[in-house]
């Protein structure tokens, strides 16, 4: 039974295996979506700082589901990777088993051809005390092989079960995983849908104002950040790669911001950095919660150009600081690569790469 068993939970891994060629998306935090926009007051009733603190408000919550989504992309991944070795070891498993019991079968056909008797029987029977002597210890050692060899089919058997286990259970959270990815797309689309719908609903001088906006708020922040003589003690130089990752970052601007983009024609804030440091030869997480979550951390008063500065009380963005109270990042949908104030939104804390 066991065999069957395990068989046939195998033989449906494998089958399974085919589907995992294609690209795994993977689970993402579910964010709350945004009202409906249809009965949403007009923007034209709103004041243009009230619209512009909406679409930001819109768009930081897309960038958290986004950052959620490519985390748990990448766990996806690992556990296709599980799934592939784990059945690679359910069909080594199986092939071990059925070894042993064919050594097991063969000694079951030898006994059977000497009249179902055992062989220390054989040994009283014959009535030669030399064979008898000389039997003794082969019988022994056969029995020891014996007992080894069901002792180790029993083991083969509790590992192959374990391995279908632990296959089957990567599996149901692959499956679980593409429901909630499903989710947690609509919910981006629908964030980043409505934040669009607000800003095409403006006249074009509007427009132009709302950028005017968002550049006076993110002035306004940086001056106090300036003020307050965070920069006094800034002045230290890039490490080697450092200043690699910053000459790859700073090649960025002008390509579009796109949620879940990695280059090398657009990015999202961390699909920029973790590909900035990538490009230095020191791999870093994915996304900005996971940098914020693994990367050591350094005071704000002691980074350098390169480190990595976390924004938003939720670790949602990410910019890269390189120099002079700057950092390059990509803001959201609809604005490019750029240079920003380090200080022009709210910092959670700075992380080093290659400390």
């Keep these: 039974m066991n065999r069957r068993h395990c068989a046939s939970a195998a033989i449906t891994l494998v089958c399974a295996l085919a589907l995992l060629t294609a690209p795994v998306q993977a689970m993402a935090a579910p964010i709350p979506e945004p009202g409906p926009t249809s009965t949403a007051p007009a923007a034209a009733k709103k004041s243009l700082d009230e619209v512009r603190q909406e679409i930001d408000t819109l768009y930081r919550k897309a960038g958290a589901a986004t950052d959620a989504y490519n985390l748990a992309e990448e766990q996806a991944e690992k556990q296709s990777g599980e799934i592939v070795r784990l059945t690679k070891s359910i069909a080594d498993g199986q092939a071990k088993i059925a070894e042993l019991k064919d050594r097991a079968g063969a000694q079951a056909r030898e006994q059977y051809r000497n009249g179902g008797l055992p062989p220390g029987a054989q040994l009283v029977l014959s009535g030669d005390p030399g064979l008898f002597m000389d039997g003794v210890n082969q019988a022994r050692q056969g029995q020891q092989a014996t007992k080894g060899m069901l002792t180790e089919l029993e083991q083969a058997q509790e590992d192959l079960e374990t391995y279908t ?27 980043i849908e ?13 427009r132009a104002k709302l950028l005017k906006l968002e550049q006076d708020a993110a002035y306004t922040a940086q001056t106090a950040w300036l003020s307050s003589g965070a920069l006094k003690d800034i002045n230290r130089e890039a490490s080697a790669a450092g200043k690699q990752a910053v000459a790859f970052a700073t090649g960025q601007i002008g390509k579009p911001y796109v949620w879940g983009a990695e280059g090398p024609g657009s990015y999202d804030c961390s699909g920029l950095t973790s590909q900035a440091w990538a490009a230095a030869k020191r791999p870093i997480p994915r996304t900005s919660q996971e940098q914020w979550r693994q990367l050591p951390r350094v005071p704000v008063q002691d980074m350098r150009p390169g480190d990595l500065i976390i924004y938003h009380g939720d670790a949602s963005h990410v ?7 700057q950092i390059v990042h ?7 690569v750029t240079l920003a104030g380090a200080g022009s939104m709210q910092i959670l804390g700075v992380v080093r790469p290659d400390k």
Aim: hydrophobic share 30%.
């Design 194 to 206: 409505a934040a669009e719908k607000l800003e095409s609903q403006l006249a074009k001088e509007e």
């Design 165 to 191: 286990k632990d296959a089957s259970l990567n599996w149901e959270k692959i499956e679980a995983n593409r429901v909630k990815q499903a989710k947690a797309k609509k919910s981006i689309d629908g964030q």
């Design 330 to 336: 990509a803001p959201r949908p609809g604005r490019n």
């Design 319 to 325: 910019g890269m600081y390189v120099g002079d109270g």
